[in-house]
């Protein structure tokens, strides 16, 4: 039996509030149905009514879980967690067709003497969005989104910065060239030139995890760096970085690296960088994300007139190429970012003829070339960033920002002024997003 993260309690503070009212509702029901069924035994009444606190923490906990995962279907079989005198199991959870997580939650608390009291409530969760957004691009450039508009930072980095990370709402990484890397940290941007005259490409950290980070860039071969929270290091060399890096991500403590055409796959293993299995791609990638520790998709430059893609199926060890079947002109893909392993988006080049802005989509099965003529002249695309199914932003050249808000990619460049841009994450990452309870249903047991 698994116990009950002390930081949860209080992290939902919309769920409290509304089952206020529902425990008033329910604690009058049911002593009137008791009063009427001359059954108000005190050791009974007081476990059916702490079976419906332990139900209560029981949301709380999924709450937490979906707000710091975005994962429906990862609330399945969690428990049974201890609670009180009592605990709960998290179970059956379906997305439902307005994006809410719809899922179950049995809570049971027992006496001596008595039979177990089971309290069962059936909850939708929607998903919130995170607080904001960062994005960098050329000359050094730093914009923060509040939810309403874009604003330039005071601060600007002395060369194009290309790549930025927010492990946690409070701390960011970026990179970009000759050397740049910026940290924020409480509200202040601070610059250090590491390695002056190469450039950096991508960083990524582990989840939540500002301390564990590596940046990938080029100097006539591959350089990958080390952050540990003070201070930045080559790790272990290894005879598999053959040629420049352009991106690397970070599941986990265990990260992969993708790079041009002569460097296959890379994936750390905790001591050093290794070939990830057979390389079957021949192209350069340019963006990779993954979905699980096992499970990635990556992007690269156009094959003849299809688009690159590189699946490595979770649980496989070795990459493998995609073919879009069908769509559009296929320009070099730049950038990818997967929210689960049948939802990915991918950005990049603009398509020609035409001048669309170019967004790809997987749903698990294949890549479908969506359609963006209604936006307008497109521009190249460079970055794509998600926190949830509902919630995408894509960046690139001369200012172009787009949102996706789960059914439609819409302009959302309010407030640039027409800056190349390179990169877009949301802060903490692709979790820390806020949870609320739109419906309570108490399951009756016959």
Request: charged share 15%; glycine share 10%.
């Amino acid at each position: 039996m698994t116990r009950l993260p002390q930081h949860q309690r209080g992290a939902i503070t919309l769920v409290g509030a509304l089952f206020i009212v529902v425990v008033l509702s329910v604690m009058a029901i049911s002593l009137l149905q008791m009063a009427r069924s001359n059954i108000l035994n005190s050791a009974v009444n007081n476990d059916a009514i702490e079976a419906l606190f332990v139900a209560e923490t029981g949301v709380e906990h999924a709450s937490y879980l979906y707000a710091s995962t975005s994962s429906c279907a990862g609330l399945a079989g969690v428990g049974p967690v201890a609670a009180g005198r009592g605990s709960f199991v998290l179970s059956n959870p379906v997305v439902q067709p307005g994006g809410e997580c719809r899922v179950q939650v049995t809570a049971s608390v027992v006496s001596a003497g008595t039979a177990p009291s089971v309290r069962s409530a059936r909850v939708d969760l929607r998903l919130g969005l995170p607080t904001g957004a960062w994005a960098v691009g050329k000359n050094g450039a730093i914009f923060f989104w509040d939810g309403t508009s874009w604003t330039a930072s005071s601060f600007t980095a002395s060369d194009d910065l290309k790549a930025i990370t927010c492990p946690t709402a409070n701390v960011c990484h970026a990179v970009g060239k000759n050397g740049v890397v910026l940290h924020y940290i409480g509200g202040t941007w601070t610059e250090t030139i590491l390695d002056p005259g190469e450039d950096y490409e991508d960083i990524a950290c582990a989840p939540s995890n500002p301390d564990y980070c590596f940046l990938v860039g080029k100097q006539g071969g591959g350089i990958i760096r080390f952050w540990d929270g003070s201070s930045w290091s080559a790790p272990s060399a290894s005879t598999a970085i053959v040629d420049d890096l352009k991106a690397v991500t970070c599941p986990s403590t265990t990260c992969y690296a993708v790079g041009k055409k002569n460097q296959p796959p890379l994936v750390y293993n905790g001591s050093t960088w290794v070939n990830d299995g057979t390389d079957n791609i021949n192209k350069e990638l340019k963006g990779v994300s993954c979905y699980s520790t096992t499970g990635c998709q990556a992007v690269g430059k156009r094959n003849g007139s299809n688009y690159t893609f590189a699946q490595r199926p979770g649980g496989s060890f070795t990459w493998q190429r995609n073919q879009v079947a069908s769509g559009f002109n296929k320009p070099d893909l730049e950038s990818v970012y997967c929210i689960s392993a049948s939802d990915c988006w991918a950005a990049g080049k603009k398509r020609k003829p035409g001048n669309d802005f170019s967004l790809v989509h997987w749903d698990g099965t294949s890549w479908i070339s969506w359609p963006t003529a209604a936006l307008g002249k497109g521009e190249d695309l460079k970055g794509i960033s998600c926190s949830s199914t509902i919630d995408c932003f894509a960046v690139g050249k001369k200012g172009s920002v787009l949102h996706w808000n789960g059914s439609t990619w819409s302009d959302a460049s309010s407030g640039l002024t027409n800056p190349d841009l390179e990169s877009v994450v949301f802060t903490g990452g692709s979790s820390g997003s806020s949870v609320a309870l739109v419906r309570w249903e108490e399951l009756i047991r016959n």
